[in-house]
């Protein structure tokens, strides 16, 4: 596998950058492992303490003019003041139960919030025992303006990223386990339906997000494994053995990093793959401008790279 060309690291002052946000000024937020919400110009630029919210802070979203949505994983969905941080709870219960594993959202012109929680059986950290035991339990929720939640799709395998297209026709969402994307139909004569988007990834698809050319950009952290799809096969029982399996003895996702971007039909006309020497585990994707910044779930660094011109296929 070859190196991508091109890229640079952008440390972030501290553990795990696992989704990125680009505002209009060009600067990238993300939230770190210790709670904190950072946010830096970029390379060499002075790295800011945006807010610390409670949970772990995963997908980020701009939520009005001068607030910040977080998916704050086992707490919920908060908000945080770009300007002065203060932190306020938006919602952390669905039906009179705790969120378990609120991951990622998208936010409409008029502040309804499409967002994913991911399993209602395990939270996050145990994302691993959640694909090994096929809890299908992942389930992409919407909250309206006047705080009214309903599930859209449900019966997921990890409910991971999510993106509303441009026209708002529609809204993405990410099936991790199932390596492929679903949408919900928001307009039209199919508004309420739902359907297989795009299927069979080489990879499983972690944050989605809307870029400014109008694509759907999708993070790879890991191509498919032929040992978790294996386990995935087997008997009910042997799957909870495997799931009981510590992290830190499970294999390792290979090194390679992954992005792809799709239309409206589902076409892939994007794609970086690679491998970034002191980055691996890419878990978010944000393009702006022409430029795509990098999230992820290990290390203590962004990255940043200009969007490639090639079209699908192709590998750097």
Known sequence: MVHLAGV???????????????????????????????????PGATVETAARVPGRPLGLEFLGDDELLVCASDAGLVAISVTGGAVRTVLDRVDGRPVLACN??????????????????????????????????????????????????????????????????????????????????????????????????????????????????????????RLLAGVQRMPSALRAAVGAVPDRAQPRPAPTVSVVAVDDSGRIVHELRGTVPGFRMLTGVRERDGVLWFGSIEGDAVATVPRPAQSAGAVP
């Not at 440390?11 to 990238?28: F, I, K, M, Q």
């Not at 999510?162 to 708002?168: E, F, Q, R, T």
Request: hydrophobic share 40%; net charge negative.
């Open 104 to 225: 990622n959202a998208s936010v409409g012109a008029d502040g309804t919030i499409w967002f994913t929680d991911s399993s209602t059986r395990y939270p996050v950290p145990r994302w691993r025992t959640d694909l090994v035991r096929r809890t299908a339990s992942g389930r992409l929720l919407r909250r309206d303006p006047d705080g009214a939640v309903t599930e859209l799709l449900g019966g997921l395998e990890f409910a991971n990223g999510v993106a509303l297209a441009a026209d708002g026709s529609y809204v993405a969402v990410a099936e991790t386990g199932a390596c492929r994307l679903h949408r919900v139909w928001l307009t039209g004569p199919r508004a309420g339906s739902a359907e297989v988007f795009v299927d069979g990834l080489d990879g499983y698809p972690d944050n989605v997000a809307l870029g400014s050319d109008g694509l759907v950009w999708v993070a790879l952290p890991s191509p498919r494994s």
């Open 8 to 42: 640079t690291l952008v440390p972030v002052g501290g553990p795990a950058p696992e989704d990125v946000l680009v505002d209009g000024s060009g600067r990238v937020y993300t939230g770190l492992a210790d709670g904190r919400v950072v946010r830096t110009a970029g």
